[in-house]
C-alpha cells in the first residue's frame, strides 16, 4: 500500500513541478513513507533521518516530510523530538501534501497532519490522474480496519474501515491499462471487507468489483490482497470460479493454527472455519493456492498450540508465506501480556521456516520441465534477462535479447531456487482466436 501511496503522493507533486530523481543529493524536497507494521519502525526512521542529516551537511537543506503510519503514530512528537522534519503527514492526509509544501515554503511553519479523512482523501484524490505505467499496478480500494486484532496497530494507524466508490476504481483502473498495466492488484488492509453503497442504495461487495474488472479487455490479470478469512464470502469464493483473470492465488493470513491462540488474538475465526474456506475454495477454483502469515511465540502459546500451526502447514501447503516471531506494538492489547520465552520462540520459528521451506522446495520442484505461463514485467539491469511472475506469483526469469516487457508467455522451467523460477521461450505471445 505504500507503495500506491508513494506514486500517488507523485501524482499530486508533478503539477508543481517535481519529478522523481533517483539521487537524493538532488532532492529539494525529501519523502520519508513509512511502514509501522515491522518491530522498531520508528528507530528506523530516525537513523535514516540521520543519514540524510550526513548527506546534506555541507548542503541546502531539503524539505523533509514524514508520511505513512510513524508519521501518524507519532505525530506531534516527531516534531518536538527532530528538527530536521518539517512536517508529518499522516496515510490519510496525504492528498494535502501540495497544500502542506507551499504552506511550508511560504511560512516556513512545521505542519503537523494526521486525521483520519478517508473519505476526503479519497475525493481529492479521484480528481488526479494516475500515471502510473508499471505492467503490473497497485489499486488501493479499501483502507482501514474494524477488527482490532490484540496485536495490531493498523486500527490506530489507517483507521476504520472505508471502501472507495466503485466507479471510481473502475476509472483508475482504465488509466493503470491506458498507461500499460496488464495486471492489477486490489489493495486494502482488508480488501475483501470491501462494501461500497451508490447513492441508489445499490451495494457491491469485492466480487462485484472483481466481475467489473474482469470484463475490461485490455486487462489480463486480477490479484487482491490482503484478505480476512472472516470476509471471504460465497459471492467472493463464486468469483474465483467465474473470473478467469482472477489469479488463483490467494494470501489468506491465518496467523496461528490453533483456535485457543486465534481466540487470545482477537482474530474472530477458528481453525475448523479456516479448513473451511480453503476447501470452498479449491472446490470452486481447483489449481488455487494459499499463502500466508504466521506469528510464531504469542503470548500463550504452548508446543501443543505450535504442533497445531505445523499441522495446517502440512494439510493446507502454503507456499510462500511470511513468518516472524511475534513482538508487541506500544499501545495494543497483546502488549500487556507476558512474552513466551525468546529462545523457545526463535527455535519455533527455524523449525516452522524449515517446514514451510521445504514444502516450497517441492512445490518448485513440480514445475521443472513443465510450463508456466509468465507476465513479464522488466528487463533486469544491465543483463540480457527479463522478470515476469506467473499466475502463482512466482517469480520467472528468463534470457531474451528481445524485449519481453509486458508480454505474457508460456516458460518452460528448467531450474528453481530460493528465490524463484528460470526457464525458456516456449511460446509466443497469446492471441485470440474465434472460430
Ligand atoms: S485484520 Fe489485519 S489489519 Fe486488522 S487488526 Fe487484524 S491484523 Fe491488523
Known amino acids: ?59 541546502k537543506k531539503p524539505m523533509l516530510l514524514v508520511t505513512g503510519c510513524v508519521a501518524q503514530a507519532e505525530n506531534e512528537e516527531m516534531l518536538n523530538r527532530e528538527k530536521y522534519i518539517d512536517g508529518v503527514v499522516g496515510p490519510q492526509s496525504y492528498y494535502q501534501i501540495p497544500g502542506i509544501i507551499k504552506n511550508i515554503e511560504n511560512n516556513k511553519n512545521k505542519v503537523n497532519c494526521t486525521e483520519f479523512e478517508a473519505i476526503e482523501k479519497f475525493d481529492s484524490l479521484n480528481l488526479v490522474r494516475n500515471t502510473n505505467s508499471k505492467v503490473s499496478s497497485f489499486l488501493t480500494i479499501q483502507e482501514g480496519c474494524d477488527k482490532f486484532c490484540h496485536f495490531c496497530v493498523v486500527p490506530y494507524t489507517r483507521g476504520p474501515e472505508h471502501s472507495r466508490s466503485l466507479d471510481e476504481i473502475i476509472i483508475e483502473a482504465k488509466q493503470l491499462i491506458d498507461n500499460g498495466s496488464k495486471e492489477i492488484t486490489l489493495l486494502g488492509q482488508n480488501v475483501n471487507a470491501y462494501e461500497y453503497k451508490n447513492k441508489a442504495g445499490i451495494k457491491f461487495r469485492l466480487a462485484d468489483l472483481i466481475i467489473k474488472l474482469n470484463e475490461l479487455k485490455d486487462l489480463k490479470r486480477i490479484r487482491y490482497t490482503t484478505s480476512h478469512p472472516n470476509d471471504v464470502t460465497e459471492d467472493l469464493i463464486a468469483a474465483h470460479r467465474s473470473c478467469e483473470k482472477l489469479m488463483p492465488i490467494l494470501h489468506l493470513p491465518v496467523q496461528s493454527g490453533s483456535s485457543k491462540i486465534l481466540n487470545t488474538m482477537n482474530r474472530k475465526h477458528n481453525i475448523l472455519k479456516y479448513h ?34 505445523i499441522n495446517l502447514i502440512e494439510k493446507v501447503q502454503f507456499i510462500n508465506s511470511y513468518s516472524f516471531v511475534y513482538s508487541s506494538r506500544p499501545g495494543t492489547p497483546a502488549s500487556k501480556l507476558d512474552n513466551v520465552n525468546q529462545e523457545i520462540a526463535k527455535k519455533r520459528l527455524i523449525k516452522l521456516q524449515t517446514v514451510l521451506e521445504k514444502n516450497n522446495s517441492n512445490y518448485k520442484e513440480g514445475f521443472i520441465d513443465k510450463s508456466t505461463e509468465v507476465l513479464f514485467e522488466n528487463k533486469l539491469d544491465k543483463q540480457n534477462k527479463y522478470f515476469g511472475r506467473d499466475k502463482f506469483l512466482n517469480a520467472v526469469i528468463v534470457q531474451s535479447s528481445k524485449d519481453l516487457t509486458g508480454k505474457i508467455l508460456d516458460i518452460k522451467i528448467n531450474a528453481f531456487n530460493h528465490n524463484g523460477l528460470f526457464g525458456t521461450i516456449l511460446s509466443n505471445e497469446k492471441r485470440n482466436f474465434a472460430a
Open 276 to 309: 473451511k474456506i480453503v476447501n470452498d475454495l479449491r472446490i470452486a477454483k481447483p489449481d488455487i493456492k494459499f499463502s500466508s502469515d504466521f506469528i510464531i511465540g504469542y503470548p500463550g502459546e504452548t508446543e501443543d498450540d505450535f504442533n497445531q500451526t
Open 1 to 59: 500500500m505504500n507503495e500506491y501511496d508513494s506514486n500517488r503522493i507523485l501524482d499530486l507533486v508533478k503539477p508543481m513541478g517535481y519529478v522523481v530523481t533517483d539521487n537524493s543529493l538532488d532532492a529539494d524536497c525529501y519523502v520519508l513513507n513509512t511502514c509501522h507494521i515491522r518491530e522498531k519502525a520508528t528507530d528506523k526512521v530516525y537513523h535514516d533521518i540521520g543519514r540524510l542529516k550526513k548527506v546534506f551537511r555541507n548542503k
